[in-house]
């Protein structure tokens, strides 16, 4: 099973659109999880930590569920660049090593 | 301007050859970390190093050699034992504390 584990999409949202990611890890003892986006061609840039109590950036909201062990990324009124893979990441802290999801590809249309 | 840096961002290997991407972090991190990526597909950890003269293999380390003999400088050498090395090659570093992992701007290395 794989650490992480995100639905590929394509998600073909129209402007103005709330559109959702989520993300299950498989264990248990992470303890750092966040948010990337990734434009084609590019580096990964860091979008937002995942905190317990939820936080929000924006329009940008990330939630995290330890008890089943899964992520959410909410994007409010999509704009066309929010177009961009977004990538789950999670970390055990203990062996300071990041686990990436194969990221969710979201196209968001005029 | 603080920041990782890659060199080059474009690289040419000929059959055989050893070749080396340049990494380097003024960030003062004491980790850093090697991924590859394939078209379509997520990050694979090549290498990683927690501190100064020390480095752990990833998932995918065979055909590869890594050296971390300066806290700013983590080079990787793409081997001639590396049969398929085409990929987008990304540096990242870390504070080590399970905080945000930065990535540089990546190196591109294609097999002529």
């Known amino acids: 099973r794989k650490e992480v584990e995100q639905d590929p999409g394509p998600f073909n949202v129209p402007e103005g659109a709330t559109v959702a990611f989520n993300c299950t890890y498989s264990?248990?003892?992470?303890?750092?999880f966040f948010w990337y986006r990734q434009d084609c061609r590019k580096e990964p840039k860091l979008l937002m930590s995942?905190?317990?109590s939820g936080n929000e950036d924006g329009r940008f909201t990330a939630q995290l569920n330890r008890a089943s062990q899964y992520i959410s990324l909410l994007i409010r009124d999509s704009k066309l660049s929010d177009s961009a893979t977004y990538l789950c990441?999670?970390?055990?802290?203990?062996?300071?090593?990041?686990?990436f999801g194969s990221g969710t590809k979201l196209n968001v249309k005029p | 301007d603080g920041g990782i840096t890659q060199s080059p961002k474009y690289l040419f290997r000929k059959e055989g050859q050893n070749v080396t991407l340049s990494c380097e972090q003024n960030?003062?991190?004491?980790?850093m970390y090697w991924y590859r990526q394939d078209p379509g597909q997520g990050l694979r950890l090549i290498y990683y190093?927690?501190?100064?003269?020390?480095?752990q293999k990833g998932d995918i380390a065979e055909g590869y050699s890594v050296s971390r003999e300066k806290k700013e400088s983590f080079p990787l050498t793409v081997t001639s034992a590396q049969k398929n090395p085409t990929a987008f090659y990304l540096c990242?570093?870390?504070?080590?504390?399970?905080?945000?992992?930065?990535f540089g701007p990546g190196t591109r290395l294609l097999v002529l």
């Open positions: 990242a570093s870390s504070t080590g504390n399970g905080e945000t992992q930065y």
């Open positions: 264990n248990s003892a992470s303890q750092s």
């Open positions: 995942v905190y317990s």
């Open positions: 990441v999670v970390n055990r802290n203990n062996f300071n090593k990041f686990y």
């Open positions: 960030l003062n991190h004491d980790a």
């Open positions: 190093s927690q501190i100064v003269n020390d480095f």
